[in-house]
Nanobody, 129 residues
Framework: QVQVVESGGGSVQAGGSLRLSCEASGDGLNDHYMGWFRQAPGKEREGVAATYVAGGATYLADSVKGRFTISQNAANNVLYLQMNGLKPEDTAMYYC??????????????????????WGQGTQVTVSS
């Protein structure tokens, strides 16, 4: 079982920056993928960024490439999402999630919410124009 708790959301103007944090705890974290997802009102949840906790490739949605960066502090089990150049269309509830590596890798579901098993409560990001 893995628990994740997000923090760092807020309100910014277009062009601004925010850094989201996700504190993870539980057994076998190194054998999990962790990712960031978002859901705007009336829209489906979508993948933003993901990474394998033990190291390796990162995955970014096309809509955030060049603006968002996913990173982690392995020593403290914290996942980050650095968001620069924020746009009004980035406004959403942002969720951190984790899932065992085989569930993600076998399905190539790196940015697909349906393959993630453990979810946080979310943190709101609002970008005004």
């Amino acid at each position: 079982q893995v628990q994740v708790v997000e923090s760092g959301g807020g309100s910014v103007q277009a062009g601004g920056s925010l850094r989201l944090s996700c504190e993870a705890s539980g057994d076998g974290l190194n054998d999990h993928y962790m990712g960031w997802f978002r859901q705007a009102p009336g829209k489906e949840r979508e993948g933003v960024a993901a990474t394998y906790v033990a190291g390796g490739a990162t995955y970014l949605a096309d809509s955030v490439k060049g603006r968002f960066t996913i990173s982690q502090n392995a020593a403290n089990n914290v996942l980050y999402l650095q968001m620069n150049g924020l746009k009004p269309e980035d406004t959403a509830m942002y969720y951190c999630a984790a899932s065992p590596w085989e569930r993600i890798a076998y399905n190539r579901g790196y940015l697909q919410p349906r393959f993630y098993k453990f979810w946080g409560q979310g943190t709101q990001v609002t970008v005004s124009s």
